[in-house]
């Protein structure tokens, strides 16, 4: 019998899951770069970092489930802190950068 080698597939399950991870991570971050301002019902906030090592995070934030965490500063107050809020539809960017 002669046979037809087959290539090994160029992803596997995992990788295709941690790509998918990678995306949803993503989504929920929205387009929180450092130096974009946006604004939301608890008010503007300027992104100063931006944290997707999934073990700083939780450590950051105190969450096990924690994926990414975003240092903001709040314009109002002047104060900064870590959020690991989604980004949402009642989210807006006010100042974006390059």
């Known amino acids: 019998m002669n046979r037809i080698a087959q290539a090994p597939p160029t992803t596997t399950p995992d990788s295709q899951a941690a790509e998918a991870l990678r995306r949803v991570v993503a989504d929920q971050i929205g387009p929180r770069r450092p ?4 604004d939301n019902v608890d008010g503007a906030f300027e992104v100063l970092d931006v944290v997707t090592d999934t073990s700083e995070a939780r450590r950051i934030l105190g969450r096990r489930g924690a ?19 989604t ?5 807006r960017v006010l100042k974006a950068v390059a």
């Open 35 to 38: 130096g974009i301002v946006y």
């Open 87 to 91: 980004w949402t539809g009642s989210d």
């Open 67 to 85: 994926r990414f965490a975003v240092l903001i500063r709040d314009l109002d107050a002047g104060t900064e802190r870590y959020t690991g809020a």
